[in-house]
């Protein structure tokens, strides 16, 4: 599943497309993909001019001039493509620009989704309600997070993944991040002293600028919107390394809890 650098790469990727532009052709090819499309979609951004393009945790954020802004979510196959050759099968939203550039939403699985909200109250939209700050922000401090962990036995891990304490963390960037900053996965949360959960901050930020100047780690279907793979994956610390060994020399090892698999090495992060 795209997490949040493969989503802050296809924002980013988008905006020279879309920002500053009119919408002349918005055109869903289906009704619906992991929820209904908004019927009045076509109706409501045709004639728009795209204001801003951003991202919250895993969502794109398209703003528009007339207060409306298109929420996407690429589930997990999804992925933009841009000046397409050729429209697909599974390109489920066309839209077109006044410059005659065209992007499609491109979603093979149909996880993913399309929703419209006003602008001005974004951050009631039902996902945003109750998640935390932003990993790229300045409000996740180690002093938060000792707050929002105080007195939990969770694993750090399981903590860290729950969006209402982070927004946007997924399992590839959890697992580099509790390595590099030398944090065993199953540390119960609430027995971190302040200096790691400092280090974990800066750990998870460092993580995730190389991620995204790396355009995001290629798993399956996923891909930026110039259809360029990312490469992240070839700087994974311990992620999908199972048996290989860690910058340390010892074996990097894999557990698997939840549907998700955890990768960590058991010198460098010991409990």
């Not at 300045?138 to 707050?147: G, I, K, R, S």
């Not at 590099?180 to 790691?196: C, D, E, K, V």
């Not at 798993?219 to 110039?226: H, V």
Request: aromatic content about 6%; some cysteine.
């Amino acid at each position: 599943m795209p997490e949040l650098p493969e989503v802050e790469t296809t924002v980013r990727g988008l905006a020279p497309v879309l920002e500053g532009q009119c919408l002349t052709r918005v055109e869903p090819r289906r009704a619906d993909l992991r929820k209904a499309i908004p019927v009045d979609l076509r109706q409501r951004l045709t004639g728009a001019v795209v204001t801003r393009l951003h991202r919250r945790a895993k969502y794109g954020l398209v703003d528009t001039d007339r207060g409306d802004t298109m929420v996407f979510h690429l589930g997990m196959s999804g992925r933009w493509r841009v000046d397409p050759s050729e429209i697909l099968t599974h390109d489920h939203l066309l839209l077109e620009t006044a410059a005659r550039r065209t992007l499609a939403l491109n979603d093979p699985r149909r996880f993913g989704f399309l929703d419209l909200w006003k602008t001005e109250s974004i951050d009631a939209y039902p996902p945003f309600v109750a998640m935390g700050p932003e990993p790229l922000g300045p409000a996740l401090t180690a002093d938060y997070l000792a707050v929002a962990v105080a007195g939990r036995a969770a694993p750090i891990k399981a903590m860290l993944l729950d969006q209402r304490i982070v927004a946007g963390l997924g399992n590839i960037y959890v697992c580099e991040a509790l390595n590099l900053a030398r944090i065993a996965p199953n540390r119960a949360a609430g027995r971190i002293a302040l200096y790691r959960l400092e280090n974990l901050v800066e750990a998870i930020r460092a993580v995730l600028v190389a991620a995204i100047a790396a355009g995001g780690s290629t798993l399956r279907d996923y891909a930026r919107p110039d259809g360029e793979l990312g490469y992240f994956s070839k700087q994974w610390r311990v992620y999908g390394r199972e048996g290989e060994a860690c910058n340390c020399g010892a074996i990097v090892r894999r557990r698997a809890e939840h549907g998700r698999s955890t990768f960590w090495c058991p010198r460098c992060q010991r409990d």
